[in-house]
């Protein structure tokens, strides 16, 4: 069974930078296209951004683009979220996830969290005007 948990959360204020990080464990990391999402407070939970399985290739969503950058080290099965430029409309419950898919390894992921497997518990992200 996997386990993903996230950790980097916290109250900041505007302008800050966090770098969020999520360690899977009970699974082959590296099998995984992982994922980062995040759920405001009264919203439907949104894609952020995602990284290939072999770490070359990721996406990010227009709201966070220029501001932040998915990597991932899988010598310690963690994938990270570097966010820079904070904005009090980045304040969310942020989630990764694992996608086991079969495609490449430079498939870069999807934004459907449809499609992925397994998922964290979340981090808190505040960040103050």
């Known amino acids: 069974q996997a386990l993903l948990v996230e950790s980097g959360g916290g109250l900041v204020q505007a302008g800050d930078s966090l770098r969020l990080s999520c360690t899977a464990s009970g699974v082959a990391f590296s099998s995984y296209l992982m994922g980062w999402f995040r759920q405001a407070p009264g919203k439907e939970r949104e894609f952020v951004a995602a990284?290939?399985?072999?770490?070359?290739?990721?996406r990010v969503a227009e709201s966070v683009k220029g501001r932040s950058a998915i990597s991932r080290d899988n010598a310690k099965n963690t994938v990270y979220l570097q966010m820079t430029g904070l904005k009090p409309e980045d304040t969310a419950v942020y989630y990764c996830?694992?996608?086991?898919?079969?495609?490449?390894?430079?498939?870069?992921?999807?934004?459907?969290?449809?499609?992925?497997?397994?998922w964290g518990q979340g981090t808190q992200v505040t960040v103050s005007s």
């Open positions: 990284i290939s399985k072999n770490g070359g290739t990721s």
């Open positions: 996830a694992a996608d086991f898919t079969s495609r490449s390894s430079w498939y870069s992921g999807s934004a459907n969290e449809g499609e992925y497997d397994y």
